[in-house]
């Protein structure tokens, strides 16, 4: 019976990420925005739980980036989408801000198809991962929604801004740039640094500019992954 409670979990993601759509093509953005976050703590949970209970299987490991291209890829570039489109206030062409969001889609797809068959990713990741780039937009939206942000307010407003950003988080997930994984097997510093600043880093950010701060969680995120990259190569070459 155990074997089943992480492909629950692993359904509740995606139960979470198809609700998150539907309440984003009814108009509910922010909604959509929460349910997105309620798929990534379900995706966190699944992986934990197959990890306390040993419950590993072929089909959990599929059924889980299955559910991650909804959640994270479709879900996300459904926002993107209606984002960019309510961006525009004089006329656009209606084929490329439909394009633009399923590049999205497309590279978190191909993200977790290469993330599956790359055994060097267990404690480093090469590109964006899924969640993070869904993090990204739902940070947007977040921030817009409860902070009153100027920043927040002019990148809703400005549909290059928005179309950068969309292209952006796409390429980066399909990239080779090493970052971070918050997975560790211990809670020590060291071996952790990275992670300890990441943390740190954020919760300086969410204090001092409150939810406004959410949009600069994913560049915070890579930052920091760079960073530690940099200094973790001399210590490696001393060795």
């Known amino acids: 019976m155990k074997k089943h409670i992480p492909n629950f979990i692993t359904s509740l993601n995606l139960t979470s990420g198809f609700i998150s759509i539907i309440y984003a093509l009814n108009g509910d953005i922010r909604t959509s925005a929460w349910l997105i976050l ?5 995706d966190f949970l699944d992986g934990f739980s197959a990890r306390l209970l ?3 299987s072929p089909v959990g490991r599929e059924l889980d980036s299955l559910a991650d291209v909804v959640s994270f890829g479709v879900a996300p570039a459904i926002i993107s989408y209606l984002l960019i489109r309510d961006s ?3 006329t656009y062409e209606p084929l490329l801000i439909m394009i633009i969001p399923a590049f999205m889609a497309v590279c978190a797809a191909l993200r977790l198809a290469i993330f599956n068959l790359d055994e060097t990713q267990a404690t480093s990741f090469k590109g964006l ?17 409860y902070s009153g942000s100027s920043l927040t307010g002019f990148i809703t407003s400005s549909p290059l801004t928005l179309i950068i950003i969309v292209i952006m988080l796409s390429v980066l997930m399909v990239t080779r740039i ?7 097997t ?20 969410i204090i001092i500019f409150g939810m406004a701060g959410a949009v600069m969680v994913i560049p915070i995120y890579i ?6 990259l940099l200094f973790r190569k001399p210590l490696l070459e001393t060795r």
């Open 38 to 42: 309620a798929a990534m703590v379900f």
């Open 186 to 205: 211990s809670i020590r510093f060291r071996g952790n640094e990275g992670r300890y600043l990441l943390i740190t880093a954020v919760a300086a950010v």
């Open 223 to 228: 930052i920091v992954s760079l960073i530690s």
């Open 129 to 145: 991962p899924t969640p993070a780039n869904a993090l990204a937009v739902v940070s947007i939206v977040i921030a817009d929604s």
């Open 54 to 56: 040993k419950a590993y």
């Open 88 to 90: 525009f206030t004089g």
């Open 178 to 184: 090493p970052l971070l994984s918050l997975k560790t």
